[in-house]
């Protein structure tokens, strides 16, 4: 696992953005694995100006999104759905026929789940995966638990993620409860995988994982010590609290 500190938030997300960039040019038909929440904003962002100004070409680019909540419409401002037109999808040359994001609102949950999962595999895997961690360790929505799931799947929310998502509710009660998301295995088997982490608030969470002598459900993330491509590019608050 290799770790990568930088001043702050604004060189966390050029370096990873740097990374998805060079990956971009060396496969341009590559297949992404993209992440929602705050932290990757500024990577995407970062990725926009490299379209913009450098004519970084994400025409032949495939991606796949983590998770999405469950029984939410794919046009609700908090969609996951909506997050990633709004914050990337809108602003790159990417076409919308080759991006998945998993369906909060699927018939079949059970079957959709399978679904994507074989989806991926059609597509040739994920090439590169972007995460980001919860306070408690999780990665995509799988929480610490005595059991994680190995494929994508529906799953509770704990209380303090709950919590953490309140911020961009109006109120607790209009916070999803339950979501979809890419099972611990459909990470791992990405070719490469980035995780980024910024803030004091992580800094618990990136320190027993960088420790990396142990895994545990109880932190999801320790599973990414099995794999043999992890960066992990964090920020000084994430790495030293
Ligand atoms: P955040 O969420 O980027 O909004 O902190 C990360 C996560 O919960 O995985």
Do not use: W
């Not at 060189?11 to 990956?23: L, R, T």
């Not at 029984?71 to 914050?87: E, L």
């Amino acid at each position: 696992m290799k770790v990568i500190v930088k001043k702050d938030y604004e060189n966390m997300s050029k370096e990873a953005a740097n990374i998805i960039k060079k990956e971009i040019e060396k496969k341009p038909d590559i297949v992404l694995g993209l992440a929602t929440g705050s932290t990757p904003i500024g990577m995407y962002e970062e990725l926009i100006r490299l379209h913009k100004e450098e004519g970084l070409d994400f025409s032949k680019v495939t991606t796949f999104n983590l998770d999405e909540y469950v029984g939410i419409d794919k046009d609700h401002p908090n969609s996951y759905h909506y997050f990633m037109k709004d914050v990337f999808f809108d602003h790159i040359n990417i076409d919308m026929d080759n991006t998945f994001i998993p369906d909060g609102k699927a018939e079949d949950p059970e079957s959709y789940c399978k679904e994507y999962d074989k989806l991926i595999d059609e597509k040739g895997g994920v090439d590169v995966q972007i995460l980001g961690i919860g306070e408690n360790g999780h990665i995509a929505f799988n929480e610490p638990a005595e059991k994680l799931n190995v494929g994508t799947s529906i799953v509770k929310l704990t209380q303090s993620t709950i919590e953490a998502n309140s911020r961009f509710f109006d109120s607790m009660d209009e916070v999803p409860k339950t979501a979809i998301t890419m099972g611990i295995g459909s990470i791992m088997k990405a070719k490469k995988i980035i995780l980024l982490a910024n803030g004091k608030k992580k800094a618990k969470a990136i320190k027993e994982l960088i420790k990396g002598d142990k895994i545990t459900t109880y932190l999801p993330a320790s599973m990414l010590l099995l794999h043999s491509d992890v960066t992990i590019i964090v920020d000084e608050e994430a790495y030293n609290g």
